[in-house]
């Protein structure tokens, strides 16, 4: 019978076992998301595969002391988080997501396709509603150009829109996990994605319809 490790219950106590197939499911599972987030932190793919080396190691290290507090993806994110910090901090390249508390509420972004947050009917909505993907031709989507488009449209976001929309909707979290990770409010994830959406449909927009500016 194979373990079902997408259960905390069952993943803990084998990973504490020294189980290998624990560790190994646990690696090919979390290390892509875990390298994605680091690079938001350090400057170099060797820097993101070195703090991900280290995350695995501290968690090997680290499993006795897991007190089930969180989830244990939770706990190997935190890890992770740590990590890429203090990296980042000897490269000069990180800012702490607490600094972008309040110019992610207040400064605004592509103003011409949105209202004003003080609108009095729509605050904050479309000012011209893009065009429904659904209308675009299927295959379009497929394309190698469109993925390639998407990976470089967040590729360029700020870290910190990066990281909510890459947890958000390349690796499936929840808001509240992702507030819980990041240390951000309710408020604030809901406003980096929603910019980061934003900004990543008008480049497939532009790529989709010439003739959107």
């Known amino acids: ?11 803990v106590p084998a990973l504490r076992a020294g189980d ?12 892509g998301p875990l390298r994605r987030v680091a690079l938001g ?5 060797s820097a993101a595969d070195e703090v991900v080396a280290d995350t695995w190691l501290a968690v090997i290290n680290g499993i006795d002391r ?20 203090t990296r980042g901090v000897r490269e000069h390249r990180t800012v702490p997501f607490s600094s972008f508390e309040d110019d992610t509420v207040t400064s605004g972004f592509t ?26 031709p ?18 360029q976001l700020p870290p910190n829109q990066r990281q909510v929309i890459s947890l958000r909707d390349i ?5 509240e ?9 309710q408020t604030n994830q809901r406003v980096l994605l929603h910019r980061a959406r934003a900004k990543v449909r008008a480049r497939l927009e532009s790529l989709l319809d010439p003739a959107v500016p």
């Open 111 to 136: 103003p011409d396709r949105f209202l004003s947050a003080e609108d009095p009917e729509w605050p904050g909505h479309w000012t011209r509603p893009p065009r429904p993907w659904q209308e675009q």
């Open 66 to 85: 897991f007190e089930g507090r969180s989830s244990l993806k939770t706990w190997i994110y935190r890890i992770l988080m740590n990590k890429a910090r």
């Open 1 to 11: 019978m194979v373990a079902d490790f997408e259960d905390d219950a069952v993943l």
């Open 41 to 45: 932190y350090v400057s170099t793919p």
């Open 177 to 185: 996990e992702v507030c819980n990770v990041l240390g951000l409010s």
């Open 171 to 175: 690796d499936g979290w929840s808001s």
């Open 138 to 155: 299927h295959e379009r989507f497929q394309a190698a150009e469109t993925l390639a488009a998407v990976r470089d449209a967040i590729a």
């Open 20 to 31: 290998e197939d624990a560790f190994g499911w646990l690696v090919d599972r979390y290390s």
